[in-house]
């Protein structure tokens, strides 16, 4: 009959990801013609613990590079936008959720602009990304336990008298000096 034992250990005790698509504008001085790249840079984010629900705040920078005046001069637009979502993540069931409790985010996708559109001087912009959040607790395993502990092996030393005579007689004492 075997007996068991538990063991508390950090473990992964919840899990899941969302996908995010969200609109947002920014208004230029000049009334942009062409929209000639839109890149996203400087994310970051990170996630804590409020009541039963996981947050994340972050923030990322988005550069749009336009033409104006009809296509004869360039631009670069520059908006900081900050997030701050919250998430529903399940957690199994014998997970202890308390102060030490870590949580790691991880950008699955990380955000990019999908879509960029032209209204008069305001410059309306897609941004999608997607975050996985991994929630790292306390919690308990069980594991079997046998009582027999496994015998002992002997050692033999495979020099005998013999063998370490030779050795004596062969070493040259001098050999330092």
Not at 79 to 97: G, H, I, M, P, Q
Request: with cysteine; glycine share 6%; charged share 35%.
């Amino acid at each position: 009959m075997a007996l068991y034992k538990e063991i508390v250990t950090k473990a992964i005790v919840g899990k899941g990801k969302k996908y995010f698509k969200d609109n947002y504008s920014l208004e230029v001085a000049n009334n942009p013609t062409t929209i000639l790249g839109c890149w996203v840079i400087n994310h970051k984010f990170k996630g804590y613990k409020t009541g039963e629900k996981i947050g994340v705040n972050g923030s990322f920078d988005v550069n749009i590079w336009y033409s104006y005046d009809k296509d004869s001069k360039t631009m670069v637009a520059t908006k900081k936008v900050e997030y701050s979502d919250l998430f529903n993540v399940r957690v199994k069931e014998t997970a202890d959720l308390n102060d030490e409790t870590d949580i790691i985010v991880k950008p699955l996708n990380q955000p990019s602009c999908s879509k960029v559109n032209i209204d008069g001087n305001k410059i309306n912009f897609d941004i999608e990304k997607e975050l996985g959040i991994e929630i790292v607790g306390e919690t308990k395993v069980k594991i079997a336990v046998e009582e027999d502990e496994e015998p002992w092996d002997d050692i033999i030393d495979e020099a005998d008298d013999n063998t370490m005579e030779e050795i004596d007689k062969n070493v040259n004492e001098e050999y330092i000096k």
